[in-house]
């Protein structure tokens, strides 16, 4: 190997995270943003990704090439480009197709259940649908085993909605294609209803308010969002009403209404507001905010986290018409036990402090 052609430096390979890739699942492609690091000697763009993308093969790089699938600084290049320090080297690469779906026995939590739609209880910690790095084990995994055939994407048969894997509680999943069409149509206008409970740091200055924005990616984090000001051309609009249930000093038990569905939308919000949600390790939930930095309270967080090893996020109740009988139904769900146990630990140390 030439001088001319030295491997990345370490620090350069450091660079490359995780964060750094974006997967569209619209248009199939992976897109990866690398940073060439100081230092970096003159090296072919396709040497340059070979180094820092072992998983890949230097004819998809080369192929990439010839699609104008490379670009340097913005613009295309081929795979004779020399990259050198200070450059910004995006690569766009086509994934495979996701596997076939199969069924997977498990128990269900149902909480009612019609010939045309079903309501269930999602746990904490269980993924909603197939997605990257979640091929199995889903609930649309136990929904295939429990009935052969739903309506809808193959990826996400009956899903009408979707709540964050860490996130317990009540959704709605259609059984047929009437269902799932007008259903779909209630949450698009937003005529279903939804709140959820959450504990979140610190004590809120108001009893209730309204948390206006546009939610979307944020820029320097692909998987995480962002609460950007209604008048940016950034996200979507998010609208979270809230009402405080219960204070402990230290955190707040809040009940947020949605008026829209945006991915974190509720954790997203409260980070807003300068109260993210215990233990939300995205929204910097995961530290203590606020109250005394003695070791006994410090030891009395770590405890929560430990009780509460999630967001304290969770779907309490869920209200929308039958899409047959045009009936308003309404549900409603109990804590699952995590959330319990850390009410019942902020109560007794709210009492404690009076």
Known sequence: MRKSEKPPQKRLERHFQPDNMERDEDSLYDHYTLQAAEGQKPLRVDKFLANLLPFTTRSKIKNASQTGSISVNGKEVKVSYKVRAGDEVRLMLPFPPPPELTAEEMDLDIRYEDPYLMVVHKPPGMVVHPSFGHWTGTLIHG???????????????????????????????????????????QFFDHTSDRTYHAIAWGDLPEDKGTIIGRVG????????????????????PAITHYEVLERFGIMTLVECTLETG??????????????????????GGD??????????????????????????????????????????????SEWPVDFQLLMEKLRKWATFQE
Do not use: C
């Open 143 to 185: 929904l295939l085993w429990h009935f052969e055939k739903l309506p809808g994407d193959r990826l996400r048969p009956g899903l009408v909605h979707r709540i964050d894997k860490d996130t317990s509680g009540l959704l709605v999943i259609a059984k047929e294609e009437h269902a799932m069409a007008h259903l779909s149509k």
């Open 217 to 236: 990616r944020s820029k320097s984090d692909r998987k995480k969002y962002h609460n950007y000001p209604m008048d940016s051309d950034k996200g979507k």
């Open 262 to 283: 945006r991915t974190h939308q509720i954790r997203v919000h409260m980070k807003y507001l300068g109260h993210p949600l215990f233990n939300d390790v995205f929204y």
């Open 287 to 332: 530290r203590i905010i606020a109250g005394g930095k003695t070791k006994k309270f410090q030891q009395f967080i770590r405890n929560g986290f430990q009780l509460l090893p999630r967001q304290a996020l969770h779907a309490k109740t869920l209200a929308f018409d039958h899409p047959h009988s045009g009936e308003r139904m309404t549900f409603d």
